[in-house]
């Protein structure tokens, strides 16, 4: 069983259906635990309604971002996870943290990186006028919303779409997504080598396996 917390600074729908498809047997980990760096975070009440632990380490009670980041390295060091996920959560994470669990820690996040990094991105797809987009998953590292890429989806961008319809589009792709990448490591198939991310033994090209 793949010992995971996940990190979240919101709604928590990828958390959901993370909590949904293990209850359904489906994906073969246990969430220790549920960590929200906002107090008000909507995916808390989620957790607590399925029973996982919950922990807020709110990040506007740090001074700095080192004091918040030990805060957290603390709480999840004592856990001992295999897998770090982050879900909806919103704060840059610094190398000091990032190295504390080398290759352990993934995303998702919602464009086909390496475009359209940081905030924003529905908007910033639509204003490039790209005839796709989607969601990626990928290791953390320090390079934010740079670090090698496992998987990709992608969703068709129609001529009347707004941010908020390819927003709810996304998402939508984003759960079948994350819970495969998440598959992958409970079944010990994925890892992070020197020269890029190996499924089953084989190397995956740059933007990752396309779901
Ligand atoms: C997702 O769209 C994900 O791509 C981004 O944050 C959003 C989290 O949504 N990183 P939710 O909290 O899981 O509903």
């Not at 740090?62 to 918040?68: G, N, P």
Request: contains cysteine; proline residues 5%; aromatic residues 6%.
């Amino acid at each position: 069983m793949l010992k995971t917390v996940v990190l979240i600074g919101g709604s928590g729908t990828n958390l959901q259906r993370l909590i949904d498809l293990e209850n359904e047997g489906e994906l073969k980990i246990e969430i220790q635990a549920v960590i929200s760096h906002r107090p008000h975070a909507y995916g808390l009440e989620r957790a607590k309604a399925a029973g996982i632990p919950t922990l807020c380490i709110d990040h506007t009670c740090f001074a700095a971002r080192e004091a918040f980041e030990a805060a957290l390295k603390d709480a999840i060091l004592e856990m001992k996870p295999d897998l770090i996920i982050l879900a909806g959560f919103m704060r840059i994470l610094s190398a000091n943290f990032v190295n504390a669990f080398t290759n352990q820690i993934i995303n998702i996040h919602p464009s086909r990186l390496p475009l359209f990094k940081g905030l924003n991105t529905h908007e910033a797809a639509l204003a490039a006028g790209v005839a796709v987009h989607g969601a990626s998953v990928h290791f953390v590292t320090s390079d934010l919303d740079g670090g090698p890429i496992i998987a990709q989806s992608t969703v068709s961008i129609s001529p009347t779409e707004t941010p908020e319809s390819l927003k709810a589009k996304v998402q939508v792709s984003e759960y079948e997504l994350y819970p495969q990448v998440i598959q992958w490591f409970a079944q010990k198939r994925l890892s992070l080598k020197q020269d890029g991310v190996y499924l089953d033994n084989q190397r995956l090209p740059q933007e990752g396996v396309q779901l």
